[in-house]
């Protein structure tokens, strides 16, 4: 059974060390260093936004969204080689709590940049509704090619100083 929790450092820490080769090609080609403490610190530093899934007591997912500026989030997820255990109920949550939490606090744009090479995590963010919008040439530090994905609706809480 998959058993989701608030994001936590220690769980967090878990899964980023033990992340798939994928992930962790993808996540620290936009780093300054490979740093996995550095990774889950910046995270829990981004804010409460996050959530952890596994089975039992073993952290296997981790994924949340930190924002940008008013009504743009930054969407994440990493996890360790056990992904496909928690892949659905993990996918069915995004959609039943995560999705509809960010469309609740005003949230008109959520955005992740994608490794060209992580196909994977392409049709996970497809399948999830995201659109391919752009491609960044050179983007990661040794000239990484990514794409980015979103999923956009209408401003419905305007921001006014």
Known sequence: MTTFAKINKDDLLFVVSNMRKNDRSE???????DSDEDLANDIINGGEF????GQGDTPI???????????????????TDRWPEVALETSK?????M???????????????????????HRWLEMLGAKKESQIKNFGRNG????????????????SA
């Open 93 to 97: 949550f995004i959609k039943r709590v």
């Open 144 to 159: 990484e090619e990514f794409y980015v994905y979103c999923w956009t609706q209408p401003v419905t809480k305007p921001y």
């Open 50 to 53: 996050g959530w952890i899934s």
């Open 99 to 121: 999705v509809p939490t960010l469309e609740q606090i005003g949230a008109h744009r959520a955005e992740c940049r994608s490794w060209s090479e992580h196909h994977d995590a």
């Open 61 to 79: 997912a981790a994924f949340g969204a930190i924002p940008i500026w008013n009504g743009v989030w930054s969407v994440w997820m990493v996890a």
């Open 27 to 33: 996540v620290f080609a936009t780093r300054w260093s």
